[in-house]
């Protein structure tokens, strides 16, 4: 297997021709930022886990700024080959493996998608999502969806994770949310007991989360309501009386 890994603390890294992709084939691709900008200035998807590789972009802090869409967990093959003008070119392409892995992890700073361009995630394999702290993710839509592998009978559904604590949830913000039926949400409840926080705002939410996961020291009393174009998650709080 061959590995890659870039480690961003500080300064820029400018990506300006050809396709971003972290983990491709029978790769493994690790980009760490805790600082710094990642700039790409070109308009081509970046995809995060193609190809039957396995890719993840772990942030905790700087600037990520893309100028194309994101695709994390495979690609849809009539995007790339739109992409590439050469459709012919992608006849024998292993980007038809649909056992592509994706995780995007947004814990703090920024990770910006251009004006007009959408975050995709299990489009071609398995894709997950993971907030926390004070991470922001902004794109024009964002698409939870599933991946349906027909020949070996198995269904790859997107993931969001949020992890609840003092410094937040995390935010994904869009114009559009779409959820696809059996789109995962696990919420890590850890040992947190205050108010209920947003980690998702859109003027249109299309779909809902139905499959929940909640773990954590507070699990029981975990909870994920939507109010006014946001999803809130938090933990169940009351009072409890006593009459003798």
Same mark, same amino acid.
């Given at each position: 297997?061959?590995?890659?890994?870039?480690?961003?603390?500080?300064?820029?890294?400018?990506?300006?021709?050809?396709?971003? !992709?972290?983990?491709?084939?029978?790769?493994?691709?690790? !980009?760490?930022?805790?600082?710094?900008?990642?700039?790409?200035?070109?308009?081509?998807?970046?995809?995060?886990?193609?190809?039957?590789?396995?890719?993840?972009?772990?942030?905790?802090?700087?600037?990520?700024?893309?100028?194309?869409?994101?695709?994390?967990?495979?690609?849809?093959?009539?995007?790339?080959?739109?992409?590439?003008?050469?459709?012919?070119?992608?006849?024998?392409?292993?980007?038809?493996?649909?056992?592509?892995?994706?995780?995007?992890?947004?814990?703090?700073?920024?990770?910006?998608?251009?004006?007009?361009?959408?975050?995709?995630?299990?489009?071609?394999?398995?894709?997950?999502?993971?907030?926390?702290?004070?991470? !922001?993710?902004?794109?024009?839509?964002?698409?939870?969806?599933?991946?349906?592998?027909?020949?070996?009978?198995?269904?790859?559904?997107?993931?969001?994770?949020?992890?609840?604590?003092?410094?937040?949830?995390?935010?994904?913000?869009?114009?559009?949310?779409?959820?696809?039926?059996?789109?995962?949400?696990?919420?890590?409840?850890?040992?947190?007991?205050?108010?209920?926080?947003?980690?998702?705002?859109?003027?249109?939410?299309?779909?809902?989360?139905?499959?929940?996961?909640?773990?954590?020291?507070?699990?029981?009393?975990?909870?994920?309501?939507?109010?006014?174009?946001?999803?809130?998650?938090?933990?169940?709080?009351?009072?409890?009386?006593?009459?003798?």
């Amino acid at each position: 297997r061959f590995y890659g890994f870039v480690n961003l603390s500080a300064g820029t890294i400018t990506h300006a021709t050809g396709n971003l !992709v972290v983990g491709c084939g029978y790769g493994y691709g690790r !980009v760490t930022q805790t600082g710094g900008l990642f700039n790409g200035t070109i308009w081509t998807p970046a995809e995060i886990g193609f190809a039957g590789g396995e890719g993840e972009w772990l942030q905790s802090g700087g600037e990520t700024k893309l100028g194309g869409d994101v695709f994390v967990g495979g690609v849809a093959t009539n995007f790339n080959s739109t992409v590439a003008g050469q459709t012919a070119g992608w006849k024998n392409c292993p980007c038809l493996r649909r056992d592509s892995k994706g995780l995007l992890s947004v814990t703090g700073g920024t990770f910006t998608l251009a004006s007009g361009k959408n975050l995709y995630v299990s489009a071609f394999g398995a894709g997950t999502v993971a907030l926390g702290g004070t991470g !922001v993710i902004t794109a024009n839509e964002v698409v939870l969806t599933n991946t349906v592998d027909e020949a070996n009978g198995v269904t790859h559904p997107a993931t969001v994770k949020v992890t609840l604590s003092a410094d937040g949830a995390g935010l994904i913000r869009a114009s559009k949310l779409v959820i696809a039926e059996g789109t995962k949400l696990i919420v890590d409840v850890g040992s947190y007991e205050g108010r209920s926080r947003a980690f998702a705002e859109a003027p249109v939410i299309e779909g809902a989360f139905q499959d929940i996961t909640y773990i954590g020291a507070n699990k029981d009393y975990g909870k994920v309501f939507a109010r006014n174009g946001k999803l809130y998650a938090g933990v169940q709080r009351g009072s409890i009386i006593f009459v003798r």
